[in-house]
């Protein structure tokens, strides 16, 4: 029954912070692309190429079908990751120093860069490496980190000012 019950609650609070770190990291690739690129859309329909064929990071302009599904494929992956996060954050000791949600999602979001880019076949890759800088890629993937620690931040935050 404890299992269950800590199941739903790594399940619960991974919806929260892979939705964060979805927004925060597709924010990211969309300002880096504009810099870029010189659009906004560019690097989220990269995802797409899953469903639509290794074209599809090539196309610039925002669009129903590769940017939508783009941007799905990209929370969807961050909600997966953000479960990893969340069971190895609740493995770790407790703790109110910020690094006890900053390690796990730094682990996690190293993880997630080698297999989205050694470990898989190019055609499920995110696509937008295709489309920016290596220097871009790391702050795309350091802002996902950010994303996944900072609903757990907040929380310790909000709990020290109570006191």
Not at 33 to 60: D, M, T
Not at 77 to 82: C, D, P, Q, R, V
Request: glycine share 6%; charged share 20%; with cysteine.
């Amino acid at each position: 029954m404890a299992n269950i019950i800590s199941w739903r609650r790594i399940i619960h609070s991974s919806l929260v912070s892979g939705s964060v770190a979805s927004v925060a990291s597709a924010i990211s690739l969309s300002l880096l692309g504009k810099r870029e690129l010189g659009r906004f859309a560019a690097p989220i329909n990269g995802p797409s190429q899953w469903i639509w064929g290794r074209h599809a990071p090539y196309k610039n302009r925002f669009s129903l079908r590769y940017t939508l599904m783009g941007y799905a494929i990209h929370h969807a992956a961050s909600i997966f990751w953000a479960i990893w996060y969340e069971r190895v954050r609740e493995r770790s000791s407790p703790t109110e120093k910020p690094s006890a949600a900053l390690a796990p999602a730094v682990m996690t979001t190293a993880a997630a860069y080698v297999v989205d880019f050694y470990c898989i076949p190019k055609r499920l890759t995110p696509g937008f490496e295709n489309r920016l800088s290596k220097r871009s890629l790391f702050l795309v993937y350091g802002t996902f980190a950010l994303g996944l620690a900072a609903p757990a931040l907040l929380d310790r935050y909000r709990s020290t000012r109570k006191d």
